[in-house]
């Protein structure tokens, strides 16, 4: 009999993004302060590569920050990001 088969590969990131915090206000510092710089960073980066999908750029800085290079497979083409 002719059946095929048909294979979909889908993924399911989730991640818990931590709120930007203004520096001054974080009070924190050393080691802490380093990793409220770390997020704050990181989330611009991950607004810069959203805004260059929506305006359909020709170059999306995925490789600005760890979280977009991360999730580069997950952020453009036909993925959903809700």
Same mark, same amino acid.
């Given at each position: ?12 990131? +989730?991640?818990?993004? $931590?709120?930007? @915090? =203004?520096?001054?206000? !974080? ?5 802490e302060l380093k990793e409220v710089q770390h997020i704050n960073t990181s989330l611009s980066a991950l607004g810069d590569v959203m805004e260059? +999908?929506?305006?359909? $750029?020709?170059? @999306? =800085?995925?490789?600005? !920050? ?17």
């Open positions: 009999s002719g059946t095929t088969s048909q294979m979909n590969d889908a993924h399911l990131y +989730l991640v818990d993004l $931590a709120a930007s @915090v =203004p520096v001054q206000k !974080s009070d924190v510092a050393g080691k260059a +999908l929506d305006r359909k $750029a020709s170059h @999306v =800085p995925y490789h600005a !920050s760890k979280l977009t290079h991360m999730l580069k497979g997950c952020l453009g083409g036909n993925s959903r990001t809700m």
